[in-house]
């Protein structure tokens, strides 16, 4: 049997018009929408791609990475990248092709992801389905002592959605930092993997502590309890962008 040649794409999209990233019957997703262009490309009657993870309705991603197997007589080079950007709709952009080892795989080869939360303080026309409005100031000093107890390696039960089957709860969150910015305040988390609905639950439970409704050392009450109904409420998909995946064998210095 034939071992195909393996490849990653990176790609960015706005998550906006897709359920997600995901394929799934009776519903647009950025999966189903890179497979049509791949297989019309390549004139291939049947070729699936697997992502590095999965983005609900409405979340973006600026760094998303996807592998495919094609036949060694495809050929497959840079030129794959202006023929999907031709042919891909406007909210999903690739941005290179990347030849990888066999074994290479874009979900369980990744060591760490990174993800970025945006919150604007008054309306923009021009951002209304890519950030969360919220117009009450927050205490960035109190999140973001706060998020001093998500670092390490820890149970972080009370921050998944129900009935995620997820085979455990233990991540490694290495980075949580809010900030200031220009009509608004950025949220940016780092870990090794995420649970479903985790960062925006993580959002929503720093946004009560912003606003005084809960002072900065509960979030250790937070983790320690393992239950969802202990946490805030999840901060809406459209601020969410997946923004930071790392795999051994490609070179973070290489802006693409």
């Not at 999965?54 to 979340?59: A, E, K, W």
């Not at 390490?152 to 930092?177: N, P």
Request: hydrophobic share 40%.
């Amino acid at each position: 049997m034939e071992i195909k040649p393996r490849y990653f794409l990176q790609l960015a999209y706005d998550g906006t018009p897709y359920r997600g990233w995901q394929r799934q019957p009776e519903a647009p997703s950025v999966q189903e929408e890179v497979e049509h262009a791949l297989r019309t490309i390549l004139h291939l009657p049947e070729l699936f791609v697997v992502g590095c993870g999965r983005t609900d309705t409405g979340v973006h991603a600026t760094d998303y990475y996807l592998h495919f197997d094609a036949p060694s007589d495809h050929p497959v080079d840079e030129r794959l990248v202006y023929s999907l950007n031709s042919m891909l709709p406007d909210s999903i952009a690739v941005k290179r092709v990347i030849p990888v080892a066999d074994d290479a795989h874009a979900r369980f080869s990744a060591t760490e992801r990174g993800y970025v939360y945006l919150i604007l303080r008054k309306k923009d026309a021009f951002m209304a389905d890519r950030a969360h409005v919220l117009h009450p100031a927050l205490d960035v000093g109190a999140m973001n002592e706060a998020c001093k107890h998500l670092i390490g390696k820890q149970d972080f039960t009370s921050f998944c959605k129900a009935g995620s089957d997820a085979k455990t709860m233990i991540c490694d969150v290495r980075m949580a930092e809010w900030e200031v910015v220009p009509n608004g305040y950025r949220f940016r988390i780092r870990a090794d993997r995420f649970l479903r609905n985790m960062v925006r639950a993580i959002v929503g439970t720093c946004i009560r502590i912003g606003k005084g409704q809960a002072p900065p050392e509960s979030m250790a009450e937070v983790i320690a309890a393992k239950d969802r109904s202990m946490a805030g409420k999840s901060a809406s998909a459209r601020g969410l962008y997946l923004e930071h995946v790392v795999y051994p064998f490609i070179p973070t210095n290489i802006v693409a």
